[in-house]
């Protein structure tokens, strides 16, 4: 069986490296909504950008959540990386 395809990149999820995203957070009504399966990466990339309010007002689908100024540059960039590329700097959330 082949590895599933993060929808936000389009690249590879390597086995078991995955993590599941509501798109509309489960503070906000999503307990039991939609999820999709995303890298790590790239999940940590729509928690740092956006706020929950935001997510589950304006992003809550995979669509919207490309079209996003600064998701979509993030994309451009981690689309050149291997599947189980991780970000080797510790994360923080960044100002908004």
């Known amino acids: 069986m082949s590895d599933p395809i993060c929808p936000l990149c389009d690249r590879p999820i390597p086995d078991g490296t995955g993590s ?43 669509e919207a959540l490309r079209a996003h100024p600064r998701l979509a540059k993030f994309l451009a960039w981690v689309g050149k990386r291997p599947p189980g590329f991780r970000s080797k700097v510790p994360g923080r959330r960044r100002l908004r």
């Open 20 to 62: 599941l995203h509501h798109l509309v957070p489960k503070l906000k009504g999503g307990k039991g909504g939609p999820t999709v399966l995303l890298h790590q990466i790239c999940h940590k990339e729509i928690h740092a950008t956006l706020t929950e309010a935001e997510l589950a007002r304006d992003y809550n689908s995979v």
